[in-house]
């Protein structure tokens, strides 16, 4: 019997509403660190709790300590300033990291996190980081002289932080790169500073991309030196297959089965029929099936009736061809 | 020389003193059922009187209104289109930022101004020119996905026409200049040129306005034979992010003017007006024969509003510096 179709999700869920307005309160003054902290790590262990209870493989901490995910480093780490709000979209805003100096990792930015939530279960939970581009391109620059000079010091922070994953335990270490499908000419420096922050890891490597332009930059993308890479397939209807089937997918595959960005909850058809679509050109061994993005813009009902659908359609999948988990 | 300033596309809503109308808050509290449309809209005029303060208090001469009441630079004015609906949300190019895809899904056709009401509310806030903001046909094409027409040239044609009467609507609001936000005319290709010319010159033919077509992020270079004969006043050049728009100089057409993209928009390190004055010279130098604006290389809105501000000053000082060199 054959193995694979393993369940993950991508990394972040939705915050619950109160721990939205705590961490509201908290940023206004109202609200203790430690009382916000106490909340925040409640909250975690009641989503690893129905992360098992709905079946699947690999879990997440589901950074509700978090807010961007380039911020949350960038105010961890000597270097880095934090700017007034930049827009996103509509009356979305977020604080972008400004490198003002040598960026350095000088204490454990998530291994705590790492170990409380893998404390919760048996199921193996993924380390989470963002790479080094991702953090350098969604950064302002009034420090470094070049773009490649901030990735590469961006790479050996990151690189640190993996190897203390590592040392904690973690069999998963997921470095996520979603600027990389944007620049194709700088796909190089991508896989260049992934590279260092990936280095001397022997857990599982994995890096999430998305909303790209992947004609352009498939199958360069698979120079990216990790063992898994993690790419939306739903939101562009499986587009991507054709270009599997004349250029093979040699890597393993995070297959994102779930539209994040949709409040409509999939059909558990049409997540088998994705899935089977993918059984056409890839092997069961080689695909991890998850979301398409992180679940953090969905409500929490949502997230996990999307998860309940995918992980019985993997199922169903699984038993009619026979694959093992 | 004289050399004249003015900004591209949006500008950052929130306000950098406290008390000042927040637009963000108002939209929140809308959102809570605790403010009206009343409200934001009063927000919305009031961000957009700020806006335009601070470019006139900084000595602007070709002022804009912000878009403050947009969402992104796609979907204020296609929403209002036939033939086009409103999906969901994809990043804006290599920016950090969004924008709801609009879908061809059937004729495109102009209904209405979406623009003209906002152009007249801020005209009478400024006794400065003031410069009308529209996406571009062509980059509104190419942000859009066709389903309608599948086939680029007539696609980009339908935009245009729906955008000329747009335009029109804007010149019959008292606009002396429209702005057309272009960033797909700095990543066209030579084979896109068919659509690109479809695309435009609906938009640019028997305009009373002079218009100008701002390339963010890139070089029109691919395209720009294709370009060069329509009736466009000026060209707005990004010479921080694509240094290649130095070799664009010699091709541009005479009587045209080129708005220089030099004040770095994405990035929150201030520049040395004296540089800025230099590359200034040096363009003029190139083309004595050429009007320049001074300009930033694109939304000053990818800013935070502190930095965005400080960059305004910068922008009217390295352009006084440049006249007093020139001159």
């Known amino acids: 019997m054959s193995r694979g179709l393993w369940t993950t999700t991508v990394g ?63 105010e961890r780490m000597p270097g880095f300033a934090i700017s007034n709000p930049v827009r996103s979209y509509g009356n979305r805003y977020y604080r972008k990291p400004i490198a ?31 790479g080094p581009y991702t953090m350098m391109d969604w950064s302002f620059n009034e420090h470094y002289p070049s773009r490649e000079a901030m990735a590469m010091d961006l790479a050996a922070a990151i690189n640190e932080e993996a190897l203390a994953l590592q040392e904690a335990g973690a069999k998963y270490i997921q470095i996520d790169e979603p600027a990389v499908s944007v620049r194709p000419d700088e796909l190089p420096l991508a896989v260049k500073a ?65 539209d994040v960005h949709n409040h409509r909850v999939e059909t558990k058809d049409e997540v088998k029929q994705g899935i089977l679509r993918g059984l056409e050109v890839l092997k069961p061994e080689q695909m991890y099936v998850d979301p398409d993005c992180g679940l953090k813009t969905r409500t929490m009902d949502e997230a996990f009736a999307k998860l309940e659908v995918m992980v019985q359609a993997v199922r169903e999948v699984r038993a009619e061809r026979g694959i093992g988990a | 020389m004289k050399i004249q300033t003015t900004l591209a596309g949006s500008y950052p809503k929130l306000p950098t003193e406290t008390g000042d109308v927040n637009v963000r808050v108002v939209r929140n509290r809308r959102d809570q059922g605790k403010a009206t449309e009343k409200d934001v809209a009063d927000a919305v005029r ?26 992104d630079a796609q979907t204020y004015v296609a929403r209002g289109l036939d033939g086009v609906r409103i999906a969901g949300l994809i990043r804006y190019l290599d920016t950090n930022t969004y924008y709801r895809q609009p879908e061809l899904v059937g004729d495109v056709r102009w209904k209405s101004s979406a623009t003209a009401d906002d152009f007249r509310a801020a ?55 429209i702005h057309l936000e272009e960033p797909w005319l700095g990543k066209a290709t030579a084979q896109d040129s068919a659509a690109v010319r479809a695309a435009l010159a609906p938009v640019l033919a028997d305009r009373t306005a002079k218009t100008l077509l701002h390339v963010p992020f890139g070089t029109p270079s691919a ?36 708005a220089l993209g030099l004040i770095d928009a994405r990035n929150t390190r201030l520049e040395d007006s004296a540089d800025v004055a230099r590359s200034v010279a040096k363009a003029a130098a190139a083309r004595p024969d050429l009007e320049f604006l001074l300009s930033p290389n694109a939304s000053l809105e990818y800013l935070p509003a502190d930095k965005a501000e400080a960059k305004v000053v910068l922008l009217v000082e390295a352009a006084r510096l440049a006249a007093r060199n020139g001159g």
């Open chain 1, 194 to 258: 992934l590279g260092r922050a990936a280095q001397g890891l022997k857990a599982k490597t994995i890096t999430h991309i998305c909303y790209g332009d992947f004609d352009v930059i498939y199958p360069a993308l698979l120079d990216l030196p990790v063992d898994q890479i993690d790419l939306e397939m739903a939101n562009s209807r499986y587009d991507l297959l054709e270009r599997f089937k004349k250029q093979p997918f040699t890597k393993e595959i995070g297959y994102g089965v779930l």
């Open chain 2, 223 to 258: 395209i720009f034979d294709s370009i060069a004969d329509l009736p466009w006043t000026a060209i707005g050049l990004d010479l921080v992010d694509a240094a290649g728009n130095w070799d664009l100089l010699p091709k541009i057409p005479k009587g045209r003017t080129v």
């Open chain 2, 46 to 71: 009031e961000t957009t009187r700020r806006m335009i303060a601070i470019q006139e208090k900084a000595g602007v001469d070709l002022v804009q209104d912000g878009c403050a009441g947009w969402d």
């Open chain 1, 12 to 74: 972040s869920f939705p915050k619950p509403p109160h721990l939205e307005r705590a961490r509201q309160q908290h940023a206004r003054g109202e609200m203790a660190a430690d009382a916000l902290f106490e909340l925040e790590r409640e909250e975690t262990v009641k989503l690893i709790r129905r992360q098992e209870e709905i079946g699947l493989d690999i879990l997440v901490d589901g950074e509700l300590y978090r807010g961007d995910m380039t911020t949350y480093f960038a």
């Open chain 1, 100 to 130: 003002v100096g040598p960026i350095r990792r000088t204490k454990s930015l998530t291994v705590e996190w790492w170990k409380f939530a893998q404390a919760q279960t048996k199921q193996p939970i993924k380390g989470m980081l963002t």
């Open chain 2, 123 to 177: 005209k009478g806030m400024t006794s400065r020119p003031l410069k009308a903001l529209l996406p571009g046909p062509y980059s509104l094409t190419r942000f859009s996905k066709d389903l309608h027409y599948n086939d680029p040239v007539r696609a980009g044609r339908a935009v245009g026409e729906a955008l000329a009467k747009e335009a029109r609507s804007l010149e019959e609001a008292g606009a002396t200049w």
